[in-house]
């Protein structure tokens, strides 16, 4: 799918403005030239929270009776678990709102295999979502989703009873699925690096045949996604028990109720938005996503208070202000992956160290996500320290940054996050630029509002 960057500049000439911004081709590749600005001071709305759609969609393709999803994120990533649904027999209309004729739990046989590209959510939640079915399904996805781990997931589920391997044996995608149902009772999910498998096992264990049981090995990173899937999951009628370090859940059987859902605005999208007020002294106020979301990502917006912003909440929205004066911190990030790479770009204006520990998971997100930023922020002049799970951004409040073409590696989060950099430091270019269609489309539009 073409991102809208793409679309938009892939037959112009070069170069051509989108509002604030320079798009162009060079070569073969889309490239962004971002536009410095002043303090910004602006009120933007993002789109739909990814993985609550994701959730909601799932737990409505598994209810009985029709839900109705408001305010879903319509993006690649979204398409991709609508389309894999849509394949297994769930109707799902793509409207204002989108409608979902749920199927009480009954999975479609499908003889082509289920192609999900690089969404890592989706992944993992339709592994578990297959194996309610009574069939043989295959589940592969794109280069780099085949070098992204699903083996706990695997062996949780195959605790389950469910026949799941690796096609390859590598651990990774492409799988291979006979399914006959999940036999339920107690399972236990060994220790990895994701939350997803966590979230996929919980997602469909009410459907198992006995009462379902789960136990979790080491440590569980990501949690507030785990909050977010029992929520989700209460919200179509299912209460999960579980102690509250997460390592043990008891899942009553039972079938999700339709329901009307409505999806908060993505707070790892909105981080950006926040970013930009931070790095260019001036003010964002994001007006879809609110301080009582369960979204962890929501908690960037205290980390940038401590590096020196105020926020206030108006209206339901959060408003980020700053003087432009920031300094280092030192945070566990563990929680909040996705906003690693924002948090590291404003670290690059701050003045001092700043530290980012426990953030080990993100070597396998889209793309070594911890590599790519410290290679990124270095191409831009920054010190940056890259270490096995953590990484040490040394500030100069942004004196030591100058212009680079960023590499992307397909990865939307490098490509949003090294654009807020571009507002401040003359001569940034984001190549790849399309690659934010994963999660937000319109992107680069939005981006352009900040003026
Ligand atoms: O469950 C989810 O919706 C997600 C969980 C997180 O992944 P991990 O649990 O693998 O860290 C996050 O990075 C991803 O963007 C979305
Ligand atoms: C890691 C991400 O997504 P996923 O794991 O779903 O591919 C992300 O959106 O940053």
Redesign the pocket.
């Known amino acids: 799918m073409a991102g809208p960057g793409s679309t938009s500049c892939g037959d112009a000439a070069y170069p051509v403005s989108i509002v604030g911004l320079r798009c162009c081709i060079k070569g073969k590749r889309d490239m962004i030239e971002i536009q410095t600005v002043g303090s910004v001071d602006v009120s933007v709305a993002v789109p739909g929270s990814?993985?609550l759609t994701?959730?909601a969609l799932i737990a409505a393709a598994l209810a009985e009776g029709e839900s109705t999803l408001h305010g879903p994120l319509v993006s690649e990533d979204t398409e991709y678990s609508s389309a894999a649904l849509r394949q297994v027999g769930v109707t799902i209309d793509h409207e204002e709102s989108w409608r979902v004729q749920g199927n009480a739990g009954r999975i479609a046989p499908c003889a082509e295999p289920i192609f999900l590209g690089n969404n890592?959510?989706a992944t993992r939640f339709l592994t578990s979502v297959l194996s309610l079915g009574n069939s043989r399904f295959v589940l592969d996805g794109d280069k780099r989703m085949a070098e992204r781990p699903i083996e706990p997931l695997m062996t949780a589920l195959q605790g389950w009873g469910v026949d799941v391997s690796s096609m390859h044996d590598t651990g990774c995608p492409p799988l291979v699925i006979n399914s006959t149902g999940l036999a339920g009772g107690m399972t236990v999910l060994p220790e990895g690096?994701?939350?997803?498998y966590l979230?996929s096992l919980l997602l469909v264990a009410p459907y198992a045949r006995e009462v379902a049981e789960l136990r979790v090995e080491g440590e569980v990173?990501?949690k507030p996604?785990i909050t977010?899937?029992l929520d989700v999951m209460s919200r179509f009628g299912i209460h999960v028990e579980y102690s509250s370090d997460y390592k043990y859940f008891k899942i009553p059987r039972g079938i999700y109720r339709g329901q009307d859902y409505s999806v908060e605005g993505d707070a790892?999208s909105a981080s950006y938005f926040w970013a930009a007020a931070a790095v260019t002294g001036g003010r964002v106020r994001v007006e879809n996503v609110s301080v009582s979301s369960l979204q962890g990502d929501v908690k960037l917006v205290p980390l940038l208070g401590r590096m020196g912003c105020g926020l206030s909440i108006e209206g339901g929205g959060i408003t980020l202000a700053s003087t432009g004066m920031l300094e280092g911190i030192s945070v566990d990030m563990a929680d909040m992956?996705?906003v690693v790479p924002t948090l590291a770009v404003v670290a690059a204006f701050a003045e001092g160290k700043t530290h980012i520990q426990n953030i080990g998971?993100l070597r396998?997100?889209e793309c070594d996500r911890l590599h790519a930023v410290v290679t990124e922020l270095t191409r831009m002049g920054a010190e940056v320290e890259e270490h096995s799970d953590s990484m040490v951004i040394h500030g100069k409040g942004g004196r030591d940054l100058h212009g680079a073409t960023i590499e992307t590696y397909d990865d939307h989060r490098m490509a949003m996050s090294m654009a807020v950099a571009g507002l401040k430091v003359p001569g940034v270019e984001i190549s790849g630029e399309g690659c934010v269609a994963k999660s937000f489309p319109d992107f680069w539009q939005r981006f352009a509002l900040l003026k």
């Open positions: 990814k993985s994701q959730r890592g959510t690096k994701s939350s997803q979230s990173f990501s996604y977010m899937t790892s992956p996705d998971h396998i997100k």
